[in-house]
């Protein structure tokens, strides 16, 4: 018993109410660990946590009311950022101050991650970032972690606001990973709802000409990718944590018709979706050709590397 309450560790968890935050603390709760989920509204996230998460009320912008928790964690996550969509669907457009409130958010989590770093004595052994495949150009090239960024406001996004926040840990002595995360495929979040109703109302399609490429990846390897890079000392800098076979959009949407039994003919034409979105419009008719491999190349094997059985797993 007590080699094993010696394993047991404290995790700290930034945007913990998001997608990736509930299913990396459940993941760490199961094992017995220490989890506290940074949140400015935490009585919302009692609803969507599982018991025994502690949570500690923050700004997004500062350390006080939490650095104590920094002294010797194992890890700090950090997830927080506004949403890229909104949490009102009928006000998806990217307008300027949407942008700066996107741009913000980012900086001002990682400032105060790196704030808290810096005050307490015993540093946390990893510090992990996130950002996402929009770091890289738009394409048909295969996008490594070597890749130069991309341009445009998905990749300033991704470099300037969120990756360059937490940067100073290094200078501190404290390893940083920063984890370039595709669309994670969830039936109830995330893209993947709209594509079903689409299908299952026999509408199913690809978006545009469909020729735009979709890495998409299972939340069970967000997980064990997240859980791989914090238990391998070895592993600091970009990390893509995306399926190795990511296919164009049109594939996408004939795989999942043939999970659901439905045509995928219909293309959702591109003027209609930049009418509806506006210049978020982009993130639906472009898309980036990521591929994993540092993380592969370290040993990581996915538990779900094709769409059809990721797919079956999450629907059927």
């Known amino acids: 018993m007590a080699n094993k309450e010696e394993r047991l560790m404290r995790f700290i968890i930034t945007g913990g109410t ?68 909104g949490p009102n669907p009928f006000k998806l457009r990217w307008t ?11 900086l001002h989590a990682g400032q105060a991650v790196s704030q808290a770093v810096e005050a307490v004595k015993e540093k946390p052994k990893v510090v992990v970032q996130a950002s996402g495949i929009n770091y890289y150009p738009i394409g048909d090239d295969i996008a490594t972690e070597e890749t130069p960024p991309g341009e445009g406001f998905l990749p300033h996004i991704c470099l300037n606001c969120w990756e360059i926040s937490t940067q100073p840990v290094e200078d501190l002595g404290v390893r940083r990973v920063v984890m370039r995360t595709g669309p994670v495929l969830h039936p109830k979040s995330g893209p993947l709802p709209p594509m079903v109703l689409q299908s299952k109302l026999f509408l199913g399609g690809p978006l545009g000409e469909g020729q735009q490429w979709f890495s998409w990846i299972h939340p069970t390897d967000v997980v064990g990718g997240i859980r791989f890079l914090i238990d391998h000392p070895q592993a600091t800098g970009a990390f893509n944590l995306c399926a190795p076979n990511p296919l164009t959009n049109a594939t996408f949407s004939q795989v999942l018709g043939r999970v659901l039994r439905r045509p995928s003919i219909l293309p959702l034409p591109s003027f209609v979706l930049k009418l509806i979105f506006g210049e978020m419009a982009s993130t639906m008719l472009t898309g980036v050709r990521a591929v994993p491999t540092r993380l592969q190349a370290m040993g990581y094997t996915f538990r779900f590397p094709e769409a059809g059985e990721a797919l079956k797993d999450l629907l059927l």
């Not at 993941?27 to 500690?56: C, W, Y």
């Not at 300027?96 to 980012?106: F, G, H, N, T």
Request: charged fraction near 30%; aromatic fraction near 6%; hydrophobic fraction near 40%.
């Open 18 to 85: 998001g997608l990736i935050g509930q299913a990396l603390t459940s993941d760490l709760l199961k094992e017995g660990h220490e989890v506290i989920v940074l949140s400015r509204n935490p009585a919302m996230g009692k609803d969507v946590l599982p018991q025994g998460t502690r949570f500690v009320g923050w700004d997004a912008k500062t350390s006080e009311s939490w650095v104590e928790w920094a002294e010797g964690a194992a890890a700090i996550i950090n997830l927080a950022g506004e949403r890229l969509a």
């Open 96 to 106: 300027d101050r949407r942008k700066d409130l996107i741009c913000e958010s980012r």
